[in-house]
């Protein structure tokens, strides 16, 4: 609970505000939305969730949830400027000015049926092979040499033609119809990009949007290692390194033959080598390399196979810059995993995990966007950027919201203490709590409900035994 919001709240509220009336003067937050958004930014905080009626109950009824879902849906707030207004803040904060962008994408089940929860689709469950209902989103996410921060996002839906292509060609294949004689596949639909487009799109945005950061290497996995994917991001950054990882069918053109790339390295054994894995512990890895032209992107690349201790097979990277040594890709690479911390929090201490249920695209959109921002603020909370500016290891999200929590009750506690008669406070905050934690009947018992009669009745017997005997 909290009676006000904590200061590092309203400070970087107040940031954020100043920071859009400098990109464009008269255009800043009214006060009343500074307030909306503070409310909301510490309900989420303490919550856990993207819910009105939580947030009411937290904030000690100081917003009604029907005000806080009015200003959702009517305030004029411009949320792609407050979102990329947010990033330049933290940016701005730490003296930023270089980087290494990595993305990816994260699913989240919903329910069965979601007519309004936006672009909802049938998601392949990876852990058991089978599938559900759900959303996916590709974040594009900045790694530095302070903090790692999400800079971009978009909802991901695939396209239903492609997909419904492929279950007819597969059941075809399996009566064994001629390649001829099943149908093609269907264009894409521009309404519908792949994940692989969305985060080229978010790419060129970052970039005109904050200038002033050198990019110096794009990651991603398997699923953004096509050509087109690494080229376009590799020019959208400047030229900047662009390291996948890659299946092991792919192929490569070596002294005039083409090998899949698994039997390429089998004639070619790795190396060990130590390395820093994300900067930190030394480990030993074993290196396999070569720059040598990739059959389906049609140029040279500089393909690495990587096999940590441990692990019984390789995993094949891709780059598009064969300048790059092959330890200093590697090193590179490693720092993909960040991106795993920063959804793994986001899902657990920043509120979307418990499935924030705002219907339609702006609610999917504008929700997302406020539990990003408390993201953003977590970073410049005060014990977070002492130890940041010192190069002391960063606080967890988890542990950094546990120490809200604790500092916005003790505030609650603080204030009636403080007062010159306690009793008269703590009287009212009593009364404010029994009213927002109402008791609620219970269905499972059945105390002042009818139970019926629950014995038999004599008329009944003698047509039992009749029953019986006729039975016999």
């Given at each position: 609970?909290?009676a006000d919001p904590?200061?590092?709240i309203?400070?970087?509220?107040?940031?954020?505000?100043a920071?859009?009336r400098r990109?464009a003067p008269?255009r800043?937050?009214?006060?009343g939305?500074?307030?909306w958004?503070?409310?909301c930014?510490m309900?989420?905080?303490?919550t856990n969730?993207?819910?009105w009626?939580a947030f009411?109950?937290?904030?000690?009824?100081?917003?009604r949830?029907?005000?806080?879902?009015w200003?959702?849906r009517?305030?004029?707030?411009?949320w792609?400027?407050l979102?990329?207004v947010s990033v330049?803040?933290?940016?701005?904060q730490y003296?930023i000015?270089e980087?290494?962008?990595?993305?990816d994408d994260?699913?989240q089940?919903?329910?069965k049926r979601?007519r309004r929860i936006?672009?909802?689709h049938?998601?392949?469950?990876?852990k058991?092979?089978g599938?559900?209902?759900?959303q996916?989103?590709?974040?594009?996410?900045?790694i530095t040499?302070?903090?790692?921060?999400p800079?971009?996002?978009?909802?991901a839906?695939p396209?239903?033609?492609?997909?419904a292509w492929?279950?007819e060609?597969?059941?075809l294949?399996?009566?064994?119809?001629?390649k001829?004689?099943r149908?093609?596949?269907?264009?894409a639909?521009?309404?519908d990009p792949?994940?692989?487009q969305?985060?080229?799109e978010?790419?060129?945005?970052?970039r005109?949007?904050?200038?002033?950061?050198?990019l110096?290497a794009?990651?991603?996995?398997?699923?953004y290692g096509?050509?087109?994917?690494?080229d376009?991001?590799?020019?959208?950054?400047g030229?900047?390194?662009?390291?996948?990882q890659w299946?092991g069918n792919?192929k490569v053109?070596?002294?005039g033959?083409?090998r899949?790339l698994a039997?390429f390295?089998?004639?070619?054994p790795?190396v060990p080598?130590?390395?820093?894995r994300r900067g930190?512990?030394e480990i030993t890895?074993?290196?396999?390399?070569?720059?040598?032209s990739?059959?389906?992107?049609?140029k040279?690349r500089f393909?690495i196979?990587?096999?940590?201790p441990?692990?019984?097979?390789?995993?094949?990277l891709v780059?598009t810059?064969?300048?790059?040594?092959t330890?200093d890709?590697?090193q590179?690479?490693?720092?993909?995993?960040?991106?795993?911390g920063?959804l793994?929090d986001?899902k657990?201490?920043?509120g979307?995990?418990?499935?924030?249920?705002?219907?339609?695209?702006?609610?999917?959109s504008?929700?997302?966007?406020l539990?990003?921002?408390?993201?953003?603020a977590l970073?410049l909370?005060?014990?977070q950027?002492?130890?940041l500016?010192?190069?002391?290891?960063?606080?967890t999200?988890?542990?950094l919201r546990q120490?809200c929590?604790?500092e916005a009750?003790?505030?609650v506690?603080?204030?009636?203490l403080?007062?010159?008669d306690?009793?008269?406070?703590f009287?009212?905050?009593?009364?404010?709590v029994?009213?927002?934690?109402?008791?609620a009947?219970?269905g499972?018992?059945?105390?002042?409900r009818?139970l019926?009669?629950q014995?038999?009745t004599?008329?009944l017997r003698?047509?039992?035994a009749e029953?019986c005997?006729?039975g016999?």
């Open positions: 609970m909290f904590l200061p590092f309203e400070r970087d509220v107040e940031e954020l505000d920071a859009l990109q008269g800043g937050l009214s006060r939305q500074r307030r958004l503070t409310f930014l309900g989420l905080l303490l969730t993207v819910c009626s009411e109950r937290a904030g000690l009824g100081g917003y949830f029907s005000a806080l879902s200003m959702f009517r305030t004029n707030v411009v792609e400027g979102w990329q330049r803040v933290v940016l701005e003296g000015h980087g290494v962008l990595s993305g994260s699913d089940r919903r329910a979601t936006h672009r909802a049938t998601v392949d469950d990876k058991t092979g599938d559900f209902n759900g996916e989103r590709v974040f594009l996410v900045l040499p302070t903090v790692t921060l800079v971009g996002f978009r909802v839906c396209d239903p033609k492609p997909v492929r279950r060609d597969q059941r294949k399996a009566l064994k119809v001629a001829a004689e149908p093609p596949r269907p264009a639909d521009p309404a792949s994940k692989a969305l985060l080229l978010r790419i060129p945005s970052f005109q949007a904050h200038p002033q950061v050198r110096k794009v990651l991603a996995d398997a699923l096509t050509q087109a994917l690494m376009q991001a590799s020019a959208a950054c030229g900047a390194q662009t390291i996948s299946r792919q053109r070596f002294r033959r083409e899949p039997t390295f089998a004639a070619y790795g080598h130590r390395i820093r930190g512990e890895v074993t290196v396999s390399r070569a720059r040598v990739v059959c389906a992107h049609g040279k393909v196979a990587l096999q940590y441990g692990e019984t097979e390789a995993r094949d780059a810059e064969l300048s790059w040594r330890l890709s590697v590179a690479y490693t720092l993909r995993w960040l991106v795993e920063f793994e986001w657990l201490d920043e979307w995990g418990q499935l924030a249920k705002q219907p339609d695209e702006e609610g999917s504008r929700s997302l966007i539990s990003l921002l408390l993201d953003h970073l909370h005060p014990e950027r002492t130890r500016n010192h190069q002391a290891p960063a606080c999200v988890g542990s120490h929590r604790g009750f003790l505030d506690v603080r204030g009636i403080s007062a010159e306690p009793a008269a406070p009287a009212h905050f009593a009364e404010k029994k009213g927002l934690f109402p008791l009947p219970s499972k018992h059945m105390s002042g009818d019926g009669r014995e038999p004599p008329a003698y047509r039992a029953v005997a006729c016999a």
